[in-house]
């Protein structure tokens, strides 16, 4: 195609997967799996994606327990996630039925899940977990789960376009039709004609400035929104304390082992140490999400630290000395910190020394990414890590646009809580649903009119690239506006101040304009998009009488809450966003008999 400046090569596929991170390959390996080979996987960079760059001291997947003699089933994992409030039943269900499937392929992919000598998966409690069902290979799970998918791909020859940001996906009669990109190593675009999309490009990680989000990671949320595609419980993140450079969580040992918290002016200087709680601190490790139920316990940690970056100032974890410059008084501290650390055999010395011997890798983590914990303090933020909306999809993770999935952190199968690790499961199950669906019901070829029906929509892109040239202005604008979504709409939520910020927002999309790097103007723009879908997500949320819950504090609420059986769906058109509220689906209560299941199966060769 000839559009403007740029002759466009188009690309054509039943299916395309857009992101390589562990849910994108594993649509991608499921879909070959199922019989759909004429496949291909877009992304902005193989080795960048959520799953491959975050982690945490232990990062968790949950599953089912597949071990011990403690009771647990699938409808009582599905309870659990469905207990977590503006959760729909179905997505419950699923993601518990498949949590054992998922996580045993990823074993046979070679994934080394821990195991004992007799071959049970032992498990953990993690937060928001009644039973055991929580696992980890170390602070790099998901990286591990990404590589082994990422192998199973290369081994089916399945084509991967790298350097290719996707800047617009190509909607027409609520059909997806395809999608643009942006080639990052050309400076030019391709287009992609194909009948179904599964994007799993994670959460929207440009909206915050303080974020864990890897740098470089930025999904394309807002070019979903933008193309139709309904959002669902936008008001509900996930928000931590987390170092600042690199990004990673600081969660579990990093708080156990009770370092210090100081505080300095913006130039490193004016040295105070702020005045913990030893017994909250040792909880902060695994009640790390922010949780407005926890303001005055371990939480208050996290207000407290936002409290002073938001004066301007900043706040280091000090692993070289003790809280207070003495000596640990491991008798004094709570019965449950105590027991702990005692049955650690960790009752000694310096956080540093502590953290070195209850879990060496947390500091060979750091001391890889060139921080030294016994030489320099880590500067830490109460940072955005997860969100648990995003993107509405059904029980097959498709869209309300016909041929659009979302699975991963893209898709919208959490609400207010979930359980440590459910993520990852999430994701799995998603792409694995989605690639069942397209391999049964999806078959065929893309739009044979792609070009006709896609020029004005390509052109609108054409034109964004084309106004984009001139000095720099977007790497400011980007910086600005993530730095105000922080301040008043992170975990700390202030309504008149979201409304100001949401209004600016409006006026910059109406009138966009920015120049500079042509990745980076599309980039601002999809940010922009989900700013505003957030923003008024969250003032529509205190208009319907929405107060505190979850990893959000909002300081002028006035409402008497609304209940977590009703959820919030947004739309998107035309710069202007609607919303409305429904009941939760509740969890299918289909007939077990076995009889009866293995004779419809039967008939009808499949269960789509």
């Known amino acids: 195609m000839k559009i403007g400046n740029y002759d466009i090569p188009v690309y054509e596929y039943n299916t395309v997967v857009v992101g390589t991170g562990a849910a994108g390959y594993n649509a991608a390996d499921r879909l070959h799996q199922y019989g759909q080979t004429d496949i291909a996987i877009v992304t902005e960079g193989v080795n960048c994606g959520i799953s491959r760059n975050t982690g945490s001291d232990k990062q968790t997947y949950y599953k089912l327990t597949l071990s011990g003699g403690e009771p647990d089933s699938v409808g009582e994992m599905a309870k659990t996630l469905f207990d977590g409030q503006c959760v729909d039943g179905d997505h419950a269900l699923c993601e518990a039925a498949l949590s054992a499937q998922n996580f045993l392929r990823l074993v046979e992919l070679g994934v080394p899940f821990p195991r004992n000598a007799y071959g049970e998966y032992i498990g953990y409690k993690t937060d928001h977990d009644p039973r055991r069902r929580a696992t980890s290979v170390g602070p790099y799970t998901s990286k591990l789960m990404t590589e082994a998918l990422q192998q199973a791909v290369a081994q089916k020859n399945i084509p991967v376009f790298d350097h290719m940001q996707v800047v617009k996906f190509l909607v027409h009669d609520n059909r997806v039709l395809g999608l643009l990109c942006w080639v990052l190593d050309k400076q030019a675009f391709a287009a992609f004609s194909c009948k179904n999309v599964i994007c799993a490009t994670g959460a929207p990680a440009g909206m915050y400035h303080n974020s864990v989000f890897p740098l470089g990671v930025w999904g394309a949320t807002g070019a979903a929104f933008e193309a139709g595609v309904k959002g669902k419980n936008l008001t509900e993140w996930q928000f931590g304390l987390a170092s600042v450079a690199p990004r990673w969580n600081v969660s579990g040992t990093y708080m156990q082992v009770l370092p210090k918290f100081i505080s300095t002016d913006e130039n490193g200087n004016d040295t105070r140490e702020l005045p913990l709680d030893l017994g909250m601190v040792f909880l902060k490790g695994y009640q790390w999400p922010f949780d407005v139920r926890k303001i005055d316990g371990s939480s208050a940690i996290d207000i407290i630290v936002h409290e002073e970056t938001c004066r301007g100032r900043r706040v280091f974890l000090d692993f070289r000395e003790n809280p207070g410059n003495q000596p640990v008084d491991f008798a004094a501290l709570p019965n449950e910190a105590r027991e702990y650390l005692e049955k650690a055999g960790a009752c000694f010395g310096t956080p540093l020394e502590r953290l070195l011997h209850m ?197 002028d609420e006035s409402g008497s809450g609304t209940a977590g059986s009703m959820l919030q769906e947004a739309a998107y058109s035309n710069g202007q966003c609607r919303y409305s509220w429904r009941p939760v689906r509740p969890i299918p209560q289909d007939d077990d008999f076995f009889e009866n299941v293995w004779r419809s199966f039967r008939e009808t060769g499949n269960i789509v």
Not at 470 to 478: C, H, Y
């Open 359 to 555: 879990n060496a890798p947390a500091v060979e983590f750091y001391r890889d990414k060139g921080v030294d914990l016994a030489a320099e303090p880590l500067e830490i933020a109460l940072c955005a890590q997860h969100n648990n909306g995003g993107l509405a999809v059904d029980h097959w993770w498709q869209t309300n646009i016909e041929g659009f999935f979302a699975a991963g952190e893209a898709a919208a199968s959490h609400g207010v809580y979930r359980p440590g690790g459910s993520a990852l499961n999430a994701g799995q199950t998603g792409s694995a649903r989605a690639a069942m669906y397209i391999a049964a019901k999806c078959q065929g070829n893309p739009q044979a009119d792609f070009a006709q029906l896609t020029q004005t929509q390509i052109a609108q892109a054409v034109a964004i690239a084309e106004a984009s040239a001139g000095e720099n202005t977007v790497d400011a604008l980007l910086h600005a506006t993530a730095t105000t979504m922080s301040a008043c709409g992170g975990a700390i939520r202030h309504g008149e101040q979201m409304a100001q910020a949401m209004a600016q927002v409006q006026q910059q999309l109406a009138n966009f304009t920015a120049q500079g790097d042509v990745s980076r103007v599309f980039r601002y723009r999809d940010v922009l998009i989900c700013q505003l879908m957030y923003l008024s997500a969250m003032l529509n949320y205190i208009a319907q009488g929405g107060t505190s819950r979850g990893s959000a504090l909002y300081t």
